[in-house]
């Protein structure tokens, strides 16, 4: 089945330390999304990928990176996660436009900064 | 990105219907009006979409009246499964398909 899908499900991380999620999909969609959600709040959109062009939004902090080399993968760097940097990362896409435009998620990262 | 409002929790039982309104004043005349679920430790999952007037599908209704200004989210004879946070978003489908989360409805349904 055409998915979205995310790995690892949970990481754990030290104050610090590097930590790179990964997003892959079979869906073909152009666009790709990460979001973060802490506990009990909404999604909070990072950045998304239109296609190649990288869209940041205007308060994510630099400590977030982002690439994406190919139409099926994308990538979601935290260069030095912070203890507020614990929540579910949401990866999703979007085809460019439609009648009806649906964004489809995965199921998540939950990371864990110790 | 127009605002959204919507209560913080409703409580329901089995078989009921329930109805979730949300409120976006400042709605823009290309925006569309979008609802997803999101059940704990899950992703949000797309439930229903609408312009104006009233979308139907498998699942639930969206009525959206004249003005747009608000919209309702109708799910019929819900079940203990229907428990989840329902989002409501406005946006435009072309501007780059950027979608802004607003707080959620938490959805409780009890035997």
């Known amino acids: 089945d055409a998915m979205v899908i995310q790995n690892p499900r949970y990481q754990v991380t030290q104050f610090g330390k590097p930590v790179t999620l990964s997003c892959s999909q079979t869906?073909?969609?152009?666009?790709m999304y990460w979001y973060q959600q802490k506990s009990s709040q909404a999604p909070k959109l990072l950045f998304h990928y239109y296609d190649k062009d990288f869209n940041n939004e205007a308060d994510t902090p630099d400590n977030f990176q982002s690439r994406r080399p190919n139409t099926s993968f994308c990538f979601l760097d935290i260069r030095s996660p912070g203890l507020g940097d614990a929540a579910m990362y949401l990866c999703?896409?979007?085809?460019?436009?439609?009648?009806?435009?649906?964004?489809?998620f995965g199921p998540g990262t939950r990371l864990t900064v110790l | 990105l127009a605002k959204t409002t919507q209560p913080i929790s409703m409580d329901s039982y089995e078989g009921q219907e329930v109805n979730i309104t949300c409120s976006h004043n400042?709605?823009?005349?290309?925006?569309?009006i979008t609802w997803y679920q999101q059940f704990p430790s899950q992703g949000p999952r797309f439930i229903i979409q609408g312009y104006k007037t009233k979308v139907t599908n498998e699942v639930a209704s969206l009525f959206i009246p004249a003005d747009r200004k608000s919209s309702t989210l109708s799910l019929p004879r819900v079940s203990l499964s229907d428990t989840a946070v329902y989002y409501c978003l406005v946006g435009d489908l072309a501007a780059g398909n950027k979608l802004t989360f607003g707080g959620g409805t938490r959805v409780l349904v009890k035997p």
């Open positions: 400042n709605i823009a005349t290309n925006d569309y």
């Open positions: 869906l073909n969609h152009n666009v």
């Open positions: 999703a896409t979007g085809p460019l436009a439609g009648d009806q435009y649906e964004q489809f």
